[in-house]
């Protein structure tokens, strides 16, 4: 029998209606380079959707390389990027935005979130020419700990972004999840009014693969393909994004998945605190991260696929469990079932 | 009804066998990022079909990135690539090698190809530290006038390339029509083992998207999955890619795909002499260059979708056409009418 | 005895104004990183030699990081320069700006010179994304072959800029013989006019080191200072370059001592005229080009020190002689009593 | 009257033994880009001090370009820099390691220094190829902070280093300052013996300007005058460094100016604590860093040139006095008068 699945959210091929939508199109033949009409709607559908009806969107194969194309375009040479210290572009990202030139700058994440107050020291701290010049702020929504930013927190992030003329990114990879999160009060227009540029992820929330990043600030938009087919991300095929994007965000499916997997993580959590196992912080969206103790560690490991988070402390080990629109209620039994 | 397609050989999604492999996985789960083991089949069938069982294998999402990331991989700061002056990477990358940080050298190309006297010119006359060191030769097989290099040809750049201690790498994003190219006496085996690198292209040949690098220097090798990271190379769901060239690979299926587009256009060529309408250049794999005059060009535009390949002369206009696995009898012959 | 030294025009410290002008400030402190007065001072002294009160004025200590330090910070990653075959930044200076991210084009070039035309159409044949957008001219007066742009060939080519919105830029290396030759009919306000940057050549003109570069296009100078701390190129001891401009500017010695250069080179030229011996091109600043048989290569080698500056041909052996203003008329002399 | 200057030690021309040097050769001709005898004699003179015969060494123009040059030249790109918090590269340069496409992983600085623990925790934690790898450690004898690495210390950075296969690399802006401290007991052949590279500060020590970067580490020097010139810092007139080193390092002047300067701190140092006057650190070499109160602030201010290091805290202000070869008995006196 197959290990319950809860290692992450990218781990099968796709939902059914998108493979479909490929499907039925085997016949047809498209224009290259996301010029074709699949494309076009999908563009179309992005920009009702967020309340922008004159947003630049272009369709990118991944997450690293929309953020290394996004921001790359964006900066002058001498342009440094603030990120919390967990965000994935720091991290996990092999130094993908500092290959293009460009210094990240740290500042303390809480409950994964990036605090104004830093954002404020560290543009406030840059003064003189040798220094880097703080100009975008990139920040995760959903956060790398599965957190959600709440109306509150990104207008104050934005109103100091303004301060010091600095652009707000937001890495949406799991921005479904943020949406569709019962603890956001963030609607996707809402969030598009304060972006200078953000991403809608598919990858991690339905499609085989694709991102829909959104340029909010027209003055960032200028001769973007030139600089998208200089990363090598101007799929040849872009009509195949076109298509998957169309598929899932058509009766808003996309969001549907998205609190699918939140429920499911919502239970999951109900589960592990009625049975008194603490959480590393609280779960917000479809990430849950339950701090467990060695016997139970080895019981998970034998029958669920996980990621151990963080190094063993004397409260235990801190895992990761991530749920998806195919976590099953018996994914959830199940697992809840070995604590 | 629909006009014919002669446009370009990635204009619609894939083979159906392609797909067919991943509908038929749908329930699976995959460990992420190429180490699932799909590709690990993959990567095993490709060893074995290009006679290398030590090779390093990458799967990449699309040519410009496999282009730059093994390239920017490879060379050192000052270290410069010599391509034939309509080298893919130098006219039609937006600078992609360059962004990266090398400089891209250029010599003539005769029917396409470089020869192999040019590349010791230009080897020879970089003697200094005032100028950069070529220290991989790019070349395209087919060509991207769909010539192919013979043996003799091959071997003869590999040699020059030894005596200056240049890296010999091949673009192969149309690898597949190369080899099964009635006018080449190179088998893939042969090829292998002749460059430092060189790729699998799988975009132009059936997959919905894909090429598989294959670095056959060992010492070129070290780290490589970093820098794929660091380009944003690295699909999280790269089982994709395992899946896809498993499915084409099979039974050499990707080469029965590109031999059937290089018969398709050997017919188209053969109707084009027998209606006297001159070639741009000998027909030696799927793209055929018909020189067309004006009314021809006019019917033509009406009734199939192909591309104007350079400006008028007084010869004609030099036209495009490209088949596929998906060029069909009746596109020939309807096309042939039109003349 | 020493031999003739017309070997190039920096084989020397430096004129001895310009070694008093440092000694007699021994005792002083300054202001670091050109934030002192002697800067201030010879920044003043530019702008008013050039015509432009509100030019943004930044002393850099050499030519090629004074190349890539400007070009860098003016293009977008996808803007690429044009430049002549025999630029300087294409051939010698080892991918400096490739390095930078940006692609180098050329065209060809007459008497040393870019030619409108093919601006022209380099400019109009980069027309879509997968090509690099070229945005920057980059050329040089007095060029590699020591001519000179007149009035009109200059004038021509700020219109292309104009028509396809290119910067024009000049390395000045050699400007100050540029101005002082009797070929020219550009005045150093004219230059500056048409210019969006440029910069004056101290190296090769009785300075130790230092060009002073003058951007006249206020939207290229925008945080300049950060792009010249990250190349760098922003000197801790950036008075010595006040100091240094001060001296050399003062009562016009700068183009004194050009001009007495271009004169050796006037009376070199003649005496190689008088003897019959052909030059590979006319002579116009400081740079001549005699083309010499065996010979005289041979005796010549003996006694003066100078560069090949080609392969023979049948014609004969180019060389290069290059004058200073430490070229004496016995130098010349002497010289010339080896043809 | 003048202002005592204790702002920092590249605040005026050079020592007048340099001057001289230049000056007794103004007569000279030389061969350019540092191939020159001048320069041959300084490399030699640089190897027999640091006991390294073989060592690369290359003369270069200035401190930020020096790091920038060798760590690019060293590095593949997928490789980063550990430094210490306070590190120059780190916070003072502008992002220029970054510029060059390497990200900069910093550790806590303990008294200014990077400790071996940090290092090993960082490279341990950098696993896998979604993160950059740690392959250089970058620390500064003299630390930013005026403090000395011990022999213990330092080899024991070496063996962490040699455990994770990292090069170990010296910014030795104020290199002559620490081999000359009474609180170093390490001699510059110790220091030679166990970096990878370093450089030896000219700038901040009596030189008009000019470092010595010297590669130990055979295997990085492959190619160096290449990249040397990419980047922007292959001097022309090569030979003014060659001249400069000469006249500095004979008879050991360099080290005599430093342990002058030295010799001055100490004396302001003993004069603050007779006073009462707390430091933020130790003084070990010329640079003092007194806490001082509001009244006395105001009163030094009038007086003398400084600079403010850090926020004002219940404490008092944190301000930092530079000593060097030219500060005299009297501006000591004088300065201590004013506490």
């Known amino acids: 029998m197959d290990k319950i699945n809860l290692m992450n959210d990218y781990n099968s091929t796709c939902h059914p209606t998108v493979l479909e939508a490929i499907k039925n199109v085997s016949e047809r033949r498209y224009v290259g380079y996301g010029a074709d009409e699949a494309t076009a709607v999908a563009v179309e559908m992005i920009r009702q959707m967020t309340g922008l009806p ?40 092999t130094g993908a935005i500092e290959a293009t030139g460009h210094k990240v700058l740290t500042i303390q994440a809480k409950n994964g979130k990036a605090q104004a107050a830093d954002v404020l020291t560290i543009a406030d701290s840059h003064t003189d020419e040798h220094m880097v010049k703080p100009k975008l702020l990139y920040i995760s929504q959903t956060t790398e700990l599965g957190t959600v930013y709440t109306k509150a927190e990104l207008k104050l992030l934005r109103n100091i972004c303004d301060e ?111 049975k008194g196992i603490p959480l590393l912080i609280e779960t917000e969206s479809n990430q849950v991260f339950p701090v467990v103790q060695k016997k139970t560690l080895s019981r998970l490991e034998e029958q669920v696929v996980f990621e151990v988070w963080a190094r063993s402390t004397e409260a235990g080990t801190p895992i990761r469990f991530v749920t998806s629109w195919q976590t099953t209620d018996e994914d959830i039994e199940s697992a809840l079932k070995l604590f």
Do not use: W
């Open 54 to 93: 004159d947003a630049y969107v272009q369709l990118m194969p991944g997450g690293t390389i929309t953020n290394l194309t996004a921001i790359s375009a964006f900066l002058r040479p001498h342009e440094a990027v603030v990120a919390p210290s967990i965000g994935h572009i720091y991290v996990h990202e």
């Open 164 to 274: 010091f003329g600095m652009y707000l990114y937001i890495d949406g990879a799991r921005l479904g999840y943020a949406v569709s999160s019962k603890n956001s009060d963030l609607s996707i227009k809402e969030i598009a009014s304060m972006a200078d540029a953000f991403y809608i992820g598919g990858t991690k929330n339905g499609l085989l693969f694709g991102e829909a990043l959104v340029i909010c600030n027209p003055s960032l938009a200028a001769d973007f393909r030139h600089i998208v087919k200089q990363r090598g991300a101007l799929m040849s095929k872009g009509f195949l994004l076109g298509m998957q994007f169309q598929a899932i965000l058509l009766g808003g499916l996309y969001f549907e998945l998205a609190a699918q997997a939140n429920d499911a993580a919502a239970r999951l959590t109900e589960g592990l605190r009625n």
